[in-house]
């Protein structure tokens, strides 16, 4: 028989108000995505208990109606289930193990979830140490960047313990619009890091485009002219809200545009023209996740390439000093080679 595909869970239909108020939950990291996701939270009738190592950045959820933890620890003891949201894997490790860390408080009955991007063994590492406490770990990294994160827009990919899988949706269902249980501990990571791989890589071969246009004396700005175009003669309707309703973003909320259909294009191009890269997902993340996808793809003896290349991209622009700045600022390191990378 064909392999079963993973469950894919709808969101925002589930969940009732009851039971989200019912919750509580503690999170951990709040950082672009981690203060997003914890104000959905509150928005939605949950009781949040926040950290962030910066306590300063609780202000604003405190003000929503959060209360602070001190420490991880005290999160966790407070808390039946816990959300970590963190940088990278040194950062989701040191939540866990270091001094008043999740690993003082967690225990019989209570639930870990980590909604960092990491690797595999990462995950594993954590799941293995929450679980000889007694308590339950499901690792959830998200495909999403800032926006996302704001709407209760984004893809949660997780595995682990499908019982606190179960229990969490009603707070999947506010921080995403589709949640997919993977299985085993270590799938939702190895997925997020070939999305975002793909993704990466992506971003790199549009700045290519957008340079080539530019040096061999074509306008960037009629390229992404053409590439919505593309978009739109891919279907009847689309057609008619570009040039009737002259609103050819909503064309995004339709499917199967075409092979070239790629919302990221129409999103970030416009401010990579303008040389804006206010950062939505900070390149520093973007490089660590190729980097770990390569290091995913060494493990399997993959040849990726591509991927590669890209990643290559993403340290010269670290390098450079623009970490910090959106990722699709490789935009103009690529601009300063010529567009070879």
């Given amino acids: 028989p064909p392999p079963r595909l993973p469950r894919a869970r709808k969101t925002k239909q589930s969940s009732s108000r ?4 019912a919750m509580e939950v503690g999170f951990l990291g709040l950082g672009i995505m981690g203060k997003a996701m914890a104000a959905n939270l ?44 963190l940088s990278d894997p040194s950062a989701a490790l040191s939540v866990v193990f270091d001094k008043d860390g999740v690993l003082e408080q967690i225990g019989e009955g209570k639930g870990y979830v980590d909604m960092s991007t990491v690797d595999a063994a990462t995950s594993c590492k954590i799941s293995e140490a929450v679980k000889q406490k007694g308590g339950a770990f499901v690792e959830a990294p998200v495909s999403g960047s800032k926006k996302p994160a704001e709407d209760g827009q984004l893809v949660i990919l997780a595995a682990g313990d499908k019982a606190l899988y179960d229990d969490m949706v009603p707070a999947f269902d506010v921080l995403g619009k589709k949640s997919f249980f993977l299985g085993e501990m ?17 971003m790199n071969a549009f700045s290519e485009g957008l340079c080539l246009a530019d040096k061999s004396g074509l306008s960037p700005q009629t390229l992404l002219d053409v590439l919505v175009l593309c978009l ?48 939505a997902f900070p390149l520093k993340h973007q490089q660590k996740d190729m980097r770990l996808a390569l290091s995913l793809g060494d493990e399997n003896a993959v040849s990726m390439p591509v991927a590669a290349a890209s990643n290559e991209a993403f340290k010269k622009a670290r390098s450079l000093g623009l970490g910090d700045l959106d990722f699709s600022v490789v935009h103009e390191v690529l601009k300063g080679t010529g567009g070879s990378g």
């Fill in 18 to 21: 009851e039971r989200e108020a």
């Fill in 42 to 85: 509150l928005r939605h009738g949950f009781r949040v208990t926040v950290w962030n190592r910066t306590l300063s950045k609780c202000d604003e959820l405190v003000a929503m109606g959060a209360a602070v933890g001190d420490t991880p620890a005290s999160v966790v003891a407070k808390c039946k289930y816990t959300i970590a949201m």
């Fill in 186 to 202: 270590g799938n939702g990571a190895k997925m997020k890091l070939v999305v975002n791989m793909i993704m990466g890589s992506m």
């Fill in 232 to 279: 739109v003669m891919q279907h009847p309707c689309c057609y008619l809200l570009y040039y009737q309703i002259k609103q050819p973003w909503l064309c995004f909320d339709l499917q199967d545009l075409g092979a070239i259909a790629n919302p990221m294009f129409k999103m970030k191009g416009p401010s990579m023209l303008q040389g804006s890269y206010n950062p």
